[in-house]
């Protein structure tokens, strides 16, 4: 179970490291770019956008979760990854979805995909073993 809360954790993590990185990008792209002024001054962009140093904080922390996950006896590869990268898909399109500053559109059909995505998440996760910690 602790693996699972794990797995979760690393899939919020994630989802939020990559919706960061995409506001803080936007607010560095109005600034000139990452690259304006070489790759020093793309170091001292990302450690001055507060949004683009907590995703990749975030980013680190995912990956922390993951590998915790991932040393389960019972939770597969084959199982945790779907997990991440369809959840984490789920998450992000709904958020940019109805988040104000990103106010991104989805047509039906990306809608129906969203759902469907999340159709294979719950069934994949609803055939995955617990692993019971004693």
Not at 34 to 56: C, D, I, N
Not at 58 to 76: D, E, I, P, V
Not at 100 to 129: D, F, H, K, M, N
């Amino acid at each position: 179970m602790k693996y699972l809360i794990a797995l979760c954790g690393a899939l919020v993590l994630n989802a939020a490291a990559n919706l960061m990185m995409k506001m803080g990008s936007n607010s560095v792209e109005q600034a000139g770019g990452f690259l304006k002024h070489g790759p020093a001054g793309a170091l001292r962009m990302l450690f001055s956008t507060p949004v683009l140093l907590a995703g990749l904080i975030c980013f680190g922390m995912n990956a922390f979760l993951y590998m915790y996950a991932l040393q389960s006896r019972t939770l597969k590869i084959s199982i945790a990854y779907p997990l991440m990268v369809g959840g984490g898909y789920a998450i992000i399109a709904v958020t940019a979805a109805f988040w104000p500053s990103l106010r991104e559109r989805l047509t039906a059909g990306q809608w129906v995909g969203v759902a469907l995505v999340l159709a294979g998440v719950i069934l994949i996760a609803l055939r995955t073993p617990v692993e019971v910690v004693s």
